[in-house]
T-cell receptor, first 112, second 119 residues
């Protein structure tokens, strides 16, 4: 059974700091990884996707993937109070039928 | 990106009535859509996978006769909550998958959700 694990938090960081969110997964054949942000009362929105080992940067967000260690992380630089939300990690196996597997999410609080 | 819409965004109904929620992919065709339910302060719970032109696949513990799913076209899936009861009050979210240009795998995009309150 595929599992995606995230620390539920909350992770509290001061404004302007780097927030580091981590996710581990159990299925070694997982090949695609996604980070979603979900504000309270809203649906998830896609922030980033990553498929290859290493770092992928998009603005203040950096996704890091290490397939050997089976973890993927999301760094948020210069954290803002508006980044306060729950961040969901999702993985899937490329090819074949798409079966989404989500972690339970990490709550991030950025305090002024 | 890809846009998924849901209608209605919120609905209040009386116990025993049925409620239909629509999920549309606006700028792409989706052979597969998903329906989730989320209770306050809890994680997403996958209810079912909706496949165009075929029966939906329900997750364990989800009553297929209570939550009717129809995926009659490549851009529309509907979820009907039949004989709704107060315990069915929740946030229902649909999603659709597509492969964007430059991507090598399906990516899931969520609709804005429908908040159902059953009195």
């Amino acid at each position: 059974q595929k599992e995606v694990e995230q620390n539920s938090g909350p992770l509290s960081v001061p404004e302007g700091a780097i927030a580091s969110l981590n996710c581990t997964y159990s299925d070694r054949v997982s090949q695609s990884f996604f980070w979603y942000r979900q504000y309270s009362g809203k649906s998830p929105e896609l922030i980033m996707s990553i498929y290859s080992n290493g770092d992928k940067e998009d603005g203040r967000f950096t996704a890091q993937l290490n397939k050997a260690s089976q973890y993927v992380s999301l760094l948020i630089r210069d954290s803002q109070p508006s980044d306060s939300a729950t961040y969901l990690c999702a993985v899937n196996i490329a090819g074949g039928s798409y079966i989404p597997t989500f972690g339970r999410g990490t709550s991030l609080i950025v305090h002024p | 990106g890809a846009v998924v819409s849901q209608h209605p965004s919120w609905v209040i109904c009386k116990s025993g009535t049925s409620v239909k929620i629509e999920c549309r992919s606006l700028d792409f065709q989706a052979t597969t859509m998903f329906w989730y339910r989320q209770f306050p302060k809890q994680s997403l719970m996958l209810m079912a996978t909706s496949n165009e032109g075929s029966k939906a696949t329900y997750e364990q513990g989800v009553e297929k006769d209570k939550f009717l799913i129809n995926h009659a076209s490549l851009t529309l899936s509907t979820l009907t909550v039949t004989s709704a009861h107060p315990e069915d009050s929740s946030f229902y979210i649909c999603s659709a998958i597509t492969i964007l240009a430059g991507a090598n795998t399906d990516t899931q995009y969520f609709g804005p959700g429908t908040r159902l309150t059953v009195l």
